[in-house]
């Protein structure tokens, strides 16, 4: 299909962007790599009549560790993420999960601001988020704000940015050594969207003492679910199979998958099972080399 006609804007600094989005009002949406926001453009599920391009604004693209935070630029690209040396050595999390998403073309265009700002329960970038325990920084004509990942999604598509205010930077502590991330998303075929997916960060004291877990889910709730029983289900005492299984058990019973084309609502409950099993190993060795 063909969207409606609309008019296009390529502002060159965050301020003049952000300028136009209050001109233009609800009227306007920001465009970033296209890759969501096209597609609903030409079923007409959205219909923006000014499209405002932020890709010509510098110094949004850049993947960084300052003070002891990773620092994401909004308009990195999924590509970036997937071959960033820096990543793979600190967070093979994001290697894990960008090369799962859709295909190359894809991954070279989509952005992770893009990603997140979409709010899509469905998208794998909210899962890994929950798990690292993001804040998302928003800027708008009053600045900065940091909003937590937990207050960030809550609903259907729906996302605590305020119109006017631009996605521009993630920021995650960058956890102690002893610590592993990992993900997974069980798909139908390379490049669809999650049947269920899951991602773990796990940290171990010198006792093998779990101090730290984030777990964030993918596709198998209205909106990105933490899976906040199976964190405190590992939290404070040493991992041991008994642990891992109740885990399992708490995030299986906690989501809230619906039955489509991509399998029951059991087959993805026991799905969510199996892999927060597997993420948590995967987690753990990557913890201990
Ligand atoms: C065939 C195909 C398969 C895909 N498979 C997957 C998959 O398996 N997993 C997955 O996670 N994704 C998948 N995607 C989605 C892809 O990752 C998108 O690129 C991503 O969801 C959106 O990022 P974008 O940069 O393209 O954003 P856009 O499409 O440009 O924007 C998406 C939405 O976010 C808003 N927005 C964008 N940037 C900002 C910002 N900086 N601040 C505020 N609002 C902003 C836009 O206004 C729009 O509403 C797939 C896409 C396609 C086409």
Redesign the pocket.
């Known amino acids: 299909m063909i969207p409606q006609s609309f008019q296009y804007e390529s502002p060159g600094s965050l301020s003049e962007a952000i300028a136009m989005l209050q001109q233009y009002g609800e009227d306007a949406?920001?465009?970033?790599?296209?890759?969501?926001?096209?597609?609903m453009m030409k079923l007409r599920f959205?219909t923006p009549e000014y499209l405002i391009d932020?890709n010509g604004i510098p110094g949004l693209s850049f993947i960084k560790e300052e003070n002891g935070i990773l620092r994401i630029g909004?308009?990195t690209r999924?590509a970036d993420l997937e071959h960033s040396d820096f990543l793979k050595k600190k967070f093979p999390i994001f290697s894990d999960a960008t090369k799962?998403?859709?295909?190359p073309q894809?991954r070279n265009?989509?952005?992770i601001?893009?990603?997140i700002?979409?709010g899509?329960a469905?998208?794998?970038?909210p899962a890994v988020m929950l798990a690292l325990n993001a804040t998302i920084v928003a800027t708008g004509p009053d600045g900065e704000r940091e909003i937590p990942i937990d207050e960030f999604f809550f609903g259907f598509y729906m996302t605590a940015?305020q119109h006017g205010?631009?996605?521009?930077e993630i920021r995650i502590p960058v956890p102690p050594s002893g610590t592993g991330n990992a993900y997974y998303k069980m798909?139908r075929k390379v490049?669809?969207?999650?049947t269920a997916g899951v991602a773990v960060q796990i940290t171990l004291d010198d006792n093998g003492v779990v101090t730290a877990a984030g777990i964030g889910l993918t596709n198998v709730n209205p909106v990105p679910l933490r899976a906040a029983r199976s964190e405190q289900a590992l939290i404070g005492k040493p991992l041991s199979e008994a642990s891992i299984n109740e885990a399992a058990q708490y995030a299986s019973e906690d989501c809230n998958p619906s039955s489509d084309l991509r399998g029951s609502e059991e087959y993805k409950r026991s799905i969510v099972g199996t892999l927060v099993k597997r993420m948590i190993h995967q987690a753990v060795n990557r913890a201990n080399n």
Do not use: F, Q, R
């Not at 949406?29 to 597609?39: A, D, E, R, V």
């Not at 205010?165 to 521009?168: D, G, M, N, Q, R």
């Not at 490049?191 to 999650?194: F, L, T």
């Open positions: 949406k920001i465009l970033s790599g296209g890759h969501s926001l096209i597609p959205a932020i909004a308009l999924e799962l998403i859709a295909d894809v265009m989509g952005t601001g893009g990603n700002a979409h899509d469905a998208n794998d970038h940015l205010e631009i996605l521009t798909e490049g669809d969207y999650a």
